[in-house]
């Protein structure tokens, strides 16, 4: 069940009512009730895994709590570990695993022995296992207390608005307002509502309409020149963005909706003026859940190695975070250079201080998040390709030449840089705070209603419906 | 040690660190707060920190620490 389709928004709207005429002491039953729902009708056998972990957590959650040695707290963090990293690892990098040692014997006993032929990724999975893990090194840590309702906290892992897409939630945001309801709101139904239009505007006019011209350069890669992988470069980074945060503002939105506010999971992340400081504006729910159980506590260790402790942290986390998205040497070498670039950012802090107090802020700023921009887009010609060879190709024919500009449909251009403009005018002016220009936040019920009725219109008009493809499912 | 005069300390720290007069600190004050303070140089000022009181943090004192009264409540209670 996509987050953009009519079966959704049914589903939404049933399990709204069902949830507001219920009394509250009822309400955390809807709620995981409907989630279950919803994840079977994505599919039931992944219903029995993820019952698995939170059946298995709550009870290691107590017990490490319960534990009187530092010892058993450390078994029992262990348990969890190799529950929730074996379930991900089984499932998400098994098969890339056998593949890869493969590589380096003769024969193929590990491939035919060990290979899974019919493994599916459940979706969501690596959201809740992180989530989960989160929780329980929380507990281990003492910075909070197990959860003893067990109902609550299967619909902490469960909720179903954040289930395939996250943001992957924190204990101490989540956990708090399970159970703690109140009557149907104005406000949360007009900032939900609003949330859900501007993620369906994202993702099916933005992302899916770039996607048509990038798929179409990417399926084809011999045929195309250094002018169309240059446009589909930089157009990838919108499509990315608008695809991931579209679907994570549909999340929040419907979560809203019930009264629960979800993390913020992107913040104006294009306009970022530094690598280190995109990391913290793009996918912040993964980038501050590695800075806190990966980065940090590898870099306190470490701390007696200097700035190479540093290096070393940052490398391993940002290896982390490119292995998140999937079991392919792409992602690795994707996460490497993120890293290699947080590195060179933090080598020249001080150089980079003094030089913006010689230039204009407005050039220095413009310069800073042009380049950026650039980086990341031309880092993500690793992502998008399914080889690396690939992605070597596309940058070596980039470099050589030129050649005329691959233009499929006109109109699909056109429907691009309306939405590509709007998204980013939004997103500019959040960032500078003329609120009272943007659209989406302008104030006044009649200019709202006015503006949320052409983004619809606008949406009918240019969207693109047919089921399109999710790139963040995939994690 | 007054919590006062370590804050004090530990603000000193913070304005030779980032090089950075303007710098004032308070218990509740955070990486939020501070501009120049972000988790690449987090361990920066933990170690120039445990450096000048000849103190050591473990892991997870570090961990736990959300603002300056935290880490400033920690230098007092390692220094007795």
Same mark, same amino acid.
């Given at each position: 069940?996509?987050?953009?389709?009519?079966?959704?928004?049914?589903?939404?709207?049933?399990?709204?009512?069902?949830?507001?005429?219920?009394?509250?002491?009822?309400?955390?039953?809807?709620?995981?009730?409907?989630?279950?729902?919803?994840?079977? %009708?994505?599919?039931? *056998?992944?219903? &029995?895994?993820?019952?698995?972990? /939170?059946?298995?957590? +709550?009870?290691?959650? @107590?017990?490490?709590?319960?534990?009187?040695?530092?010892?058993?707290?450390?078994? %029992?963090?262990?348990? *969890?570990?190799? &529950?929730?990293?074996?379930?991900? /690892?089984?499932?998400? +990098?098994?098969?890339? @695993?056998?593949?890869?040692?493969?590589?380096?014997?003769?024969?193929?006993?590990?491939?035919?022995?060990?290979?899974?032929r019919e493994i599916i990724l459940p979706l969501g999975l690596s959201y +809740?296992?992180?989530?989960?893990?989160?929780?329980?090194?929380?507990?281990?840590?003492?910075?909070?207390?197990?959860?003893k309702n067990f109902s609550k906290f299967s619909l902490f892992i469960l909720f179903f608005p954040?289930?395939?897409?996250?943001?992957?939630?924190?204990?101490?945001?989540?956990?708090?307002?399970?159970?703690?309801?109140?009557?149907?709101?104005?406000?949360?139904?007009?900032?939900?509502?609003k949330l859900i239009i501007w993620g369906l505007f994202k993702k099916l006019v933005v992302a899916d309409r770039i996607s048509l011209y990038v798929d179409a350069v990417y399926s084809n890669l011999p045929s195309h020149n250094a002018s169309t992988f240059c446009l589909a470069t930089l157009l990838y980074p919108i499509q990315v963005y608008a695809d991931f945060s579209g679907y994570t503002d549909i999340a929040i939105g419907s979560a809203r909706l019930f009264g629960i506010n979800l993390m913020e999971n992107f913040k104006q992340p294009l306009f970022a003026k530094n690598v280190s400081?995109?990391?913290r504006r793009w996918h912040i729910s993964l980038s501050s859940w590695v800075s806190d159980y990966i980065y940090t506590p590898i870099v306190i260790k470490r701390r007696d190695w200097g700035s190479f402790g540093v290096v070393y942290a940052l490398l391993i986390s940002f290896i982390i975070i490119g292995v998140w998205h999937g079991a392919s040497w792409n992602?690795?070498?994707?996460?490497?250079?993120?890293?290699?670039?947080?590195?060179?950012?933090?080598?020249?802090?001080?150089?980079?201080?003094?030089?913006?107090?010689?230039?204009?802020?407005?050039?220095?700023?413009?310069?800073?998040?042009?380049?950026?921009?650039l980086f990341f887009a031309f880092s993500l010609v690793v992502f998008r390709t399914t080889n690396l060879s690939g992605a070597v190709n596309i940058i070596h024919v980039m470099l050589s030449g030129s050649g005329k500009l691959f233009i499929d449909h006109p109109s699909t251009m056109l429907f691009i840089i309306i939405g590509s403009v709007i998204l980013l005018t939004s997103d500019f002016i959040k960032e500078y705070g003329k609120t009272r220009y943007n659209v989406i936040h302008v104030r006044g019920w009649i200019f709202q209603a006015l503006a949320y009725s052409l983004l619809i219109l606008y949406i009918i008009v240019a969207g693109v419906f047919d089921g399109g493809q999710f790139i963040y499912f995939a994690f | 040690m007054e919590l006062n005069a370590i804050i004090k300390q530990v603000n000193k720290i913070f304005i030779e660190l980032f090089e950075d007069e303007s710098i004032v600190l308070s218990e509740k004050s955070d990486t939020s707060e501070v501009e120049a303070w972000d988790s690449l140089n987090h361990i920066q000022v933990i170690t120039a920190v445990e450096k000048y009181f000849k103190i050591r943090f473990e892991l997870n004192e570090l961990l736990n620490f959300q603002n300056i009264g935290d880490l400033c409540r920690g230098v007092q209670a390692k220094l007795g």
């Open positions: 069940m996509i987050s953009t389709s009519i079966v959704y928004f049914i589903f939404l709207v049933c399990t709204l009512i069902v949830f507001y005429l219920s009394p509250v002491k009822y309400r955390n039953y809807v709620l995981i009730i409907a989630s279950l729902v919803f994840y079977t %009708y994505v599919k039931f *056998s992944y219903v &029995i895994i993820i019952l698995t972990v /939170i059946s298995t957590n +709550y009870v290691i959650g @107590i017990k490490i709590e319960d534990s009187d040695t530092k010892k058993l707290k450390t078994r %029992y963090l262990y348990l *969890s570990l190799l &529950i929730n990293l074996g379930i991900l /690892i089984y499932f998400k +990098y098994w098969n890339s @695993i056998i593949n890869n040692i493969s590589l380096f014997s003769a024969d193929s006993f590990l491939k035919n022995n060990f290979l899974l +809740y296992i992180f989530q989960t893990i989160g929780y329980i090194l929380d507990i281990y840590r003492g910075s909070r207390k197990s959860e954040k289930l395939l897409v996250g943001p992957i939630e924190r204990a101490k945001n989540l956990l708090p307002q399970l159970g703690k309801y109140h009557l149907l709101n104005k406000e949360d139904l007009i900032a939900g509502g400081d995109f990391w992602y690795v070498i994707f996460g490497i250079i993120q890293a290699a670039a947080l590195i060179y950012d933090l080598e020249t802090k001080n150089f980079r201080k003094k030089l913006s107090k010689r230039i204009p802020g407005y050039i220095y700023n413009t310069f800073s998040i042009l380049l950026t921009f | -």
